[in-house]
């Protein structure tokens, strides 16, 4: 099993910028791809960034493309969201993945999720 525990997340102002962190423990051998989904209320869960912490490679999602920096962090296992100009639009609760499928951009890509953190942006 893999545990995910994410990190930032609350009240941001709309302009502003958003950073999360996302460290994983356990059996990490397979959880070398790591990213953020999304659920804004009323809506179905979303890719938002992904990274292949091997290669190195990454995926932003259209609607942040521009505004989104996903990267490896400090711990060999942790990775940071930042998502910048940030609108009424990104208020969701935010989820780190892991998973080895791949870096895709569906829900089945990903076997182990996080608890979520909530990100509210306000005017």
């Known amino acids: 099993q893999v545990q995910l525990v994410e990190s930032g997340g609350g009240l941001v102002q709309a302009g502003g910028s958003l950073r999360l962190s996302c460290e994983a423990s356990?059996?990490?051998?397979?959880?070398?791809?790591m990213g953020w989904f999304r659920q804004a209320p009323g809506k179905e869960r979303e890719f938002v960034a992904g990274?292949?912490?091997?290669?190195?490679?990454?995926y932003c999602a259209d609607f942040v493309k521009g505004r989104c920096t996903i990267s490896r962090g400090n711990g060999k296992m942790t990775i940071n969201l930042e998502i910048s100009s940030l609108h009424s639009g990104d208020t969701a609760v935010y989820y780190c993945?892991?998973?080895?499928?791949?870096?895709?951009?569906?829900?089945?890509?990903?076997?182990?999720w996080g608890q979520g953190t909530h990100v509210t942006v306000s005017s």
């Open positions: 993945v892991a998973g080895s499928a791949g870096l895709g951009d569906q829900t089945w890509h990903y076997p182990y």
């Open positions: 356990g059996h990490t051998l397979s959880a070398y791809v």
């Open positions: 990274i292949n912490l091997n290669s190195r490679n990454t």
